[in-house]
């Protein structure tokens, strides 16, 4: 009896954690095909410029690769065309920026060794600047303490794109020209639109 009684609040925790990884694994998915919002700016956005020009743009998070966001901007280019009653468009202008951050957080080695705090140490005095160091023969390096932490390199993709609509048929002789439904109708299937709930 006591032993079912202690064990109920360890499942408790343990579901409750299980339950808090999956909604933290849930987060961490790469940007679907959806507008941006003021909250958010990943996803697409669009602006008109004049009667059949406009400005299209799809920024993806950390986990969206660079060719995913192209194809998405393409994608909207072709869905934005349509929207607006054109049968193809001219890409004027095309550019994708790649924001890059780098982050250092200490490694698993940062802080108490195998023997707790205590490990084989050495101290010496660098100048009146500098004063006293310490020097441990099994994680530190005397003068620079870079294998104490871990580095990691974040990209995030942004393309846009400057767009002419039209009517008719593409221009045959224009290789930036794009049959919009074509398009549409190839890139289709690549699209991953967000998980409804």
Not at 95 to 117: A, H, I, L, Q
Not at 136 to 144: I, K, V
Request: hydrophobic residues 35%.
């Amino acid at each position: 009896m006591l032993n079912s009684i202690t064990r109920r609040p360890r499942i408790l925790a343990l579901a409750a954690a299980l339950a808090g990884s999956a909604a933290l694994a849930g987060c961490m998915t790469a940007t679907p095909y959806q507008p941006a919002t003021a909250s958010s700016r990943m996803g697409f956005s669009d602006e008109q410029i004049e009667s059949n020009r406009f400005r299209v743009s799809f920024a993806g998070n950390s986990l969206t690769s660079r060719e995913t966001v192209e194809r998405y901007l393409l994608y909207r280019a072709a869905e934005l065309t349509v929207q607006r009653g054109f049968d193809h468009f001219i890409l004027v202008t095309r550019d994708t920026e790649t924001k890059t951050d780098t982050y250092r957080t200490p490694g698993p080695y940062y802080g108490p060794g195998p023997w707790g705090y205590w490990s084989p140490s050495w101290r010496f005095y660098r100048g009146p600047r500098w004063g006293w160091r310490s020097y441990d023969p099994f994680w530190d390096d005397p003068f620079w303490r870079d294998r104490d932490w871990d580095y990691r390199t974040v990209r995030q993709y942004e393309a846009m794109a400057e767009i002419v609509t039209g009517r008719g048929p593409k221009p045959s002789t224009n290789v930036r020209a794009f049959d919009a439904r074509e398009v549409l109708d190839r890139l289709g299937p690549q699209i991953r639109m967000p998980e409804t709930r």
